[in-house]
């Protein structure tokens, strides 16, 4: 298996569309447990959300390097500089999913899998793949013969 460190749009989808999305509270409930508040915005509270959402992107990144690290005893930056910038970037059920299976992957080296925020984002992919297959035709269509 090979690794390399995604690149910003990647994480930024994956973060703005969790922040966006209203079916994947539970993800968020975990990821609050973890301290990245998400999701909770007000107009008073509207600067620490942009920082929650940094962080967790800052995080993804890192959790991205420490898993290419592993794989090729460092040398991360061989790939691609590593100045990660968040930034808002929109994107659907189903460019989110490809975007986090890309970023799974490329995570699953050493003992990151087994890291929480690892967890979580692999349980946001179940979610996601959830969310699709509920609006597809065929399942509407089985669903309806129940």
């Not at 298996?1 to 968020?28: E, G, P």
């Not at 409930?29 to 998400?38: M, P």
């Not at 959402?53 to 061989?78: H, S, T, W």
């Not at 968040?86 to 059920?93: D, H, R, W």
Request: aromatic share 12%; proline share 3%.
């Amino acid at each position: 298996m090979s690794a390399y460190v995604v690149n910003d749009s990647t994480i930024n989808r994956i973060v703005t569309h969790l922040d966006c999305s209203r079916k994947d509270r539970w993800v968020k409930n975990e990821l609050a447990d973890l301290g990245f508040e998400l999701g909770q915005r007000t107009i008073a509270n509207q600067n620490e959300a942009r920082d929650d959402l940094k962080r967790l992107a800052d995080a993804l990144f890192q959790l991205n390097v420490d898993a290419v690290n592993y794989r090729y005893d460092g040398g991360a930056e061989q790939f691609r500089p590593l100045d990660f910038q968040y930034q808002v970037e929109l994107a659907g059920y189903w460019t989110a999913l490809a975007e986090l299976e890309t970023f799974l992957y490329q995570c699953s080296e050493g003992d990151i899998p087994t890291r929480p925020l690892f967890i979580i984002m692999q349980e946001l992919k179940y979610s996601l793949w959830g969310c699709i297959v509920h609006d597809l035709p065929a399942y509407k269509a089985a669903e309806a013969r129940i």
